[in-house]
């Protein structure tokens, strides 16, 4: 079992819809989550992290994390075809040492 | 732009040469890391330093040899590489070492070896 999945897509949205990008961890003792956006030929860059159960909010993103249920989700409300990306979920592991990172998911926002 | 900055943006090399990767941050960040990526794949961790001190080495092959001359420099230096280590390093700072804080990545180097 993959410590970090996610579902590669690819995702298409059309613009103005809300994109909902989904990530599963295995590992019950994490406590940090983080998605990362990568645009193609780009490096990784960080669109928001939580640590905390529940919903939190940043402009167009919303990062929801379910620790019993173990997973972590990313909105997007308002895509935007500057939106089409890879989005990386990354997971801390208990012992706190390093990332593990998800596969990504592609998103395409159409126009 | 980003606060990690990484030169050279793209390097060619042939198998027998020796060239370095570097990086810079200015962040104050006591953590600094070095991955790898293949195309269409997340990144592979190689090397984290923890206040300049080697933490964490992903069982890298010995021609990647990483250095950390002060805490805002990260070098990799590269000797007789394969044709399977053509990849984008990206290097990467946290607050501190370990995965309980965001990090934050240079725009990274792409390599080719010939």
């Known amino acids: 079992q993959k410590e970090v999945e996610q579902n590669s897509g690819p995702l298409s949205v059309p613009e103005g819809a809300i994109a909902s990008l989904n990530c599963t961890y295995s590992d019950r003792g994490s406590q940090s989550f983080f998605w990362y956006r990568q645009y193609s030929g780009k490096s990784p860059e960080l669109i928001m992290f939580i640590y905390s159960n529940g919903d939190k909010e940043d402009g167009r993103f919303t990062a929801q994390l379910n620790k019993a249920s173990q997973y972590v989700s990313l909105l997007i409300r308002d895509s935007q075809p500057s939106d089409s990306a890879t989005y990386l979920c990354a997971v801390n592991t208990s012992t706190g040492n390093q990332f593990y990172f998800g596969t990504g998911t592609s998103l395409t926002v159409i126009p | 732009d980003t606060e990690v900055t990484q030169t050279p943006k793209h390097l060619v090399m042939g198998m027998t040469n020796k060239k370095s990767l570097k990086c810079e941050q200015h962040m104050g960040h006591r953590a600094m890391y070095w991955y790898k990526q293949k195309a269409k794949k997340p990144p592979e961790l190689m090397f984290v330093y923890s206040y300049e001190k080697l933490s964490i080495n992903e069982s890298v092959p010995s021609r990647f040899s990483p250095e950390c001359p002060n805490s805002s420099l990260l070098n990799l230096h590269l000797h007789a590489l394969q044709p399977e280590d053509s990849a984008l390093y990206l290097c990467?700072?946290?607050?501190?070492?370990?995965?309980?804080?965001?990090?934050?990545f240079g725009d990274g180097t792409r390599l080719s070896i010939l």
């Open positions: 990467a700072s946290s607050q501190e070492a370990g995965g309980s804080q965001p990090q934050h």
